[in-house]
């Protein structure tokens, strides 16, 4: 990517991994139901157990958002009715679709780390991203120590949730298999570049 561009996402600071949330969403969204009426009822019944409205709405409109940018009723279904691992595995894959940080980070930095077999990510790796990223993206560079330090702990948690870190604690990237109907959706869309921070390990 071009130096002096935009990298957006850093909203990923306030609307974080969200998985059960998006099985809700996405469960109302396999119903039939339109992107208002999916906001609506999350909000109406407080299907996702937030403690105001304002919040639950918020939540409600991020889901929608993920649901159609990622634009796979496969994606959709797997978040909905897949196995916990899968449903993980999809929403990071909808994140991705979303947020330009989280493609560039899965991308670039994690799919460089296992197509290397170089498997460390403590600190000093997760730094050497944002390091970077600053100074490929003004806007990047322009955001508080306090905003980056958060950004690398979602982009952390996004890796746990998935099986790709075993703890926050953890340096070093585990051993990771893509669940083969994540990477069919994948494939159906095309989007062979996400791949590369996927399978490298393999598919079951």
Do not use: W
Request: contains cysteine.
């Amino acid at each position: 990517m071009p130096t002096g561009g935009k990298l957006e996402g850093a909203y990923i600071t306030r609307e974080q991994f969200l998985l059960r949330e998006m099985r809700v969403a996405c469960q109302l969204k396999l119903e039939g139901l339109s992107d208002d009426e999916i906001i609506a009822r999350i909000k109406d019944q407080n299907l996702i157990q937030y403690p105001t409205e304002r919040m639950v709405g918020n939540i409600a409109q991020v889901c929608v958002k993920r649901i159609n940018a990622v634009d796979s009723e496969d994606i959709v279904r797997i978040i909905a009715t897949g196995s916990p691992e899968a449903a993980a595995q999809a929403n990071l894959y909808a994140m991705i679709c979303t947020y330009p940080l989280v493609r560039d980070f899965m991308v670039n930095e994690i799919g460089r780390h296992y197509a290397e077999y170089d498997y460390a990510l403590g600190p000093m790796e997760m730094n050497a991203y944002i390091t970077r990223i600053q100074v490929e993206y003004p806007n990047i560079a322009m955001l508080s120590d306090a905003t980056l330090k958060k950004i690398k702990q979602v982009l952390r948690k996004c890796l746990i949730e998935c099986g790709m870190l075993a703890n926050a604690r953890a340096t070093r990237l585990d051993t990771f298999f893509l669940d083969f109907d994540v990477k069919s959706a994948i494939l159906a869309k095309d989007d062979y570049e996400v791949l590369a921070a996927f399978t490298a390990q393999g598919v079951f």
